[in-house]
């Protein structure tokens, strides 16, 4: 696979979309890994804090609060 951006051999592999990117241009961004609930019920997430990212797709901002899940 190559990089998205420059078509060079990729590095890695967005987490979010699966878009390969070298090393040039991987950028980071936090990435839930998992979601828990703490013993007084409220959702909590297990989040990396500099995960692969591509730089193109646009994952959800804001992963720590989950208010939908309340
Ligand atoms: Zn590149
Ligand atoms: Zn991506």
Redesign the pocket.
Known sequence: MN?W??D?PAHGVCRFCGRG??R??AKTLPYIVDLYRNDQGAYKALVVADALWCGVCEPKEDPVELPQLA
């Open positions: 990089c951006h420059c060079r990117v070298c040039e241009h």
